[in-house]
T-cell receptor, first 117, second 112 residues
Framework: GAVVSQHPSRVICKSGTSVKIECRSL??????MFWYRQFPKQSLMLMAT?????????EQGVEKDKFLINHASLTLSTLTVTSAHPEDSSFYIC?????????????FGQGTRLTVV | KNQVEQSPQSLIILEGKNCTLQ??????????LRWYKQDTGRGPVSLTI?????NTKSNGRYTATLDADTKQSSLHITASQLSDSASYIC???????????FGTGTQLKVEL
């Protein structure tokens, strides 16, 4: 299967600072990338959908000025958590899809454990 | 409201035994149903994808079934191994925006 690499896998930052998470599709061109957040023992919650070269579409309740998403190329999307607070501590996961129909596979990254202290 | 419910919430079985995980979904219109395996602290890995016209699909020791009429799916794991210990997540695609709706997963633990 296709490979999606997420970096870093773990990050600890101080409250008030910003953190950038990268998501790369290593062996395919990802026209669409998705960012999810997962709290312990809960399901993945979609934060935003980004298409290469255009602005991300954010889900209701997700602050676009706090969670900055950039999808500048077909192989890279970044999520920047700005002015992080302890409540932003969570597991962030990206997924990437090729161009295709509704049955197109979505490949997930390994996830990033963010801890804000 | 699009929802995916899974049962049981957690399950412990002995190595070599079989088990079946259940999934009920209320996603409309429905596009497809997926099962993922998620190891602790890792991203989900796809096991199967089924459209409404498919009743069963296998991937090694994993066999998924789908009943689009009753909106139920199951994942059967045969001859379980210790490495099968993980969370198994049922995901339905469809509804407004044709998005993925995730279940909360069944936490499976395989013991010696």
């Amino acid at each position: 299967g296709a490979v999606v690499s997420q970096h870093p896998s773990r990050v600890i930052c101080k409250s008030g600072t910003s953190v950038k998470i990268e998501c790369r599709s290593l062996d395919f061109q990802a026209t669409t990338m998705f960012w999810y957040r997962q709290f312990p023992k809960q399901s993945l919650m979609l934060m935003a959908t980004s298409n290469e070269g255009s602005k991300a579409t954010y889900e209701q309740g997700v602050e676009k000025d706090k969670f900055l998403i950039n999808h500048a190329s077909l192989t890279l999307s970044t999520l920047t958590v700005t002015s992080a607070h302890p409540e932003d501590s969570s597991f962030y996961i990206c997924s990437a899809s090729r161009k295709g129909g509704v049955n197109t596979e979505a490949f997930f990254g390994q996830g990033t454990r963010l801890t804000v202290v | 409201k699009n929802q995916v419910e899974q049962s049981p919430q957690s399950l412990i079985i002995l190595e070599g035994k079989n088990c079946t995980l259940q999934c009920n979904y209320t996603v409309s219109p429905f596009s497809n149903l997926r099962w993922y395996k998620q190891d602790t602290g890792r991203g989900p890995v796809s096991l199967t994808i089924m459209t409404f016209s498919e009743n069963t699909k296998s991937n090694g020791r994993y066999t998924a079934t789908l009943d689009a009429d009753t909106k139920q799916s199951s994942l059967h794991i045969t001859a379980s191994q210790l490495s099968d210990s993980a969370s198994y997540i049922c995901v339905a695609r469809g509804g407004g925006g044709n998005k993925l709706t995730f279940g909360t997963g069944t936490q499976l633990k395989v013991e010696l």
